[in-house]
Nanobody, 119 residues
């Protein structure tokens, strides 16, 4: 079992920055994929980024490439999502998720944190 708790969401003006955190507890492995997803009202959930605890594998959604950066702090069992140059279309609930490398779906999810970008 893995428990994930996100924090760091809020209201920011367009062009601003936010850093989301995802604290993980339970049984995690360095090869696990930690993913960030988001869902805006009336839209499907969208992949944002993923990273492994050992940092050897990262990927980003096309809409956030070059603006968002995922990172990890293994000592704190925390994954971060640094979001820069935010746009109103980045407004969504952001979720942290976890899966084993050999799995195809994310098994564990956090409760989500709201990010609102004003124009």
């Amino acid at each position: 079992q893995v428990r994930l708790v996100e924090s760091g969401g809020g209201l920011v003006q367009a062009g601003g920055s936010l850093r989301l955190s995802c604290a993980a507890s339970g049984q995690t492995f360095s090869s696990d994929f930690m993913g960030w997803f988001r869902q805006a009202p009336g839209k499907e959930r969208e992949f944002v980024a993923r990273i492994t605890w050992n940092g050897d594998d990262t990927a980003y959604g096309n809409s956030v490439k070059g603006r968002f950066t995922a990172s990890t702090d293994n000592a704190k069992n925390t994954v971060y999502l640094q979001m820069n140059s935010l746009k109103p279309e980045d407004t969504a609930v952001y979720y942290c998720a976890s899966r084993r490398r050999y799995e195809t779906v994310y098994s564990y999810w956090g409760q989500g944190t709201q990010v609102t970008v004003s124009s």
